[in-house]
């Protein structure tokens, strides 16, 4: 009598392999053969069949008919993907911005850990001469924008979204994030506004 099979190996093995056919999907673009598709294809469609029925039906509750979508947008990913360029891109937009609050608000918490590291002698030193500011307040501020700057999706996302806004100014943009979500007006104006300001890069 053979020995079955370990189901946690079987969990591991599965998620991996989901794992890796996610990869080379969103990757390449790459999706197994229809003919190796059809198992998971059938009991998708009936999911989907499913969530339809509320999804259109105009009777029911706003909250039962979005579950519904939110059903049907994950077993059909390339109807998600056509909906969001048919509307400029809006939910992709939003997952990134919701990302780079929640990346400005953990870097703002941040900042009460500057006192305490230049509490230190050696290392308020090496923040003194690595960015040539003396002063405990200025010091702070560019170490600040110096974080910024490091943390690479957050910034890429402020440079796109605030062009020409300079290092000072996002800054002000990150320090009031539980005000403007990230969604204040075009800091170019302000940088227009404030020539003296020194840029990020």
Known sequence: MEKESNPLWKFV???????????LYVRFDYSLPSVLQL?????SEAVVTTAEIDLYDPKAPPDVRHRALAVVISQKPELFVE????????????????KAV?????????LRTYDIALERPALRRHQE?????K???????????????????LFAYLSRHFP????????????????????GPNATA???ANPDAQPLH
């Open 13 to 23: 093995g599965g998620m991996l392999l989901g794992m890796g056919f996610a990869y």
């Open 39 to 43: 198992g998971s294809k059938i009991s």
């Open 83 to 98: 909906i969001d360029e048919a509307i400029g891109n809006q939910f992709f937009e939003e997952i990134l911005r919701r």
């Open 102 to 110: 929640r990346k400005a608000k953990l870097l703002k918490h941040r």
């Open 129 to 133: 001469k690595r960015f040539g500011v």
């Open 135 to 153: 002063d405990t307040k200025s010091l702070k501020h560019i170490m600040f924008i110096n974080d910024i700057r490091n943390d690479e999706f």
């Open 164 to 183: 020409g806004a300079s290092g000072h100014q996002l800054a002000d943009l990150v320090l009031n994030v539980y005000q403007n979500g990230l969604k």
């Open 190 to 192: 302000a940088a227009d």
